[in-house]
């Protein structure tokens, strides 16, 4: 099992960033990609970022691709997502996830482990 612990969530004024961070605890050694989504009230579970977790590589929602970096500390087990240039839509519960795949497709069921959540509220 692999527990995920998120955090840096917040309220931010549109155009304003903010960093989240995902700490990973337990079996480390499985993971190979790791992943943020987001979940806003009515809506659907939708994929933000992933990265692999051995050689970096990192994919984007075109929504935020130009905005959000992905990036991790593996010697830490974190991985953060930087967040620029927020906008109102972004408005969200953010979910990181660790996935014992390579091939994840940008789904959230290729991912078996998720953390708590933690609230990102864009003010316009």
């Known amino acids: 099992q692999v527990q995920l612990v998120e955090s840096g969530g917040g309220l931010v004024q549109a155009g304003g960033s903010l960093r989240l961070s995902c700490a990973a605890s337990?079996?480390?050694?499985?993971?190979?990609?790791m992943g943020w989504f987001r979940q806003a009230p009515g809506e659907e579970r939708e994929f933000v970022a992933e990265i692999s977790w051995i050689g970096g590589s990192t994919y984007y929602a075109d929504s935020v691709k130009g905005r959000f970096t992905i990036s991790t500390d593996n010697a830490k087990n974190t991985v953060h997502l930087q967040m620029n240039s927020l906008k109102p839509e972004d408005t969200a519960v953010y979910y990181c996830?660790?996935?014992?795949?390579?091939?994840?497709?940008?789904?959230?069921?290729?991912?078996?482990?998720w953390g708590q959540g933690t609230q990102v509220t864009v003010s316009s």
């Open positions: 337990g079996r480390t050694f499985s993971i190979l990609t």
């Open positions: 996830a660790a996935s014992a795949n390579v091939d994840v497709y940008r789904l959230p069921s290729a991912f078996g482990s």
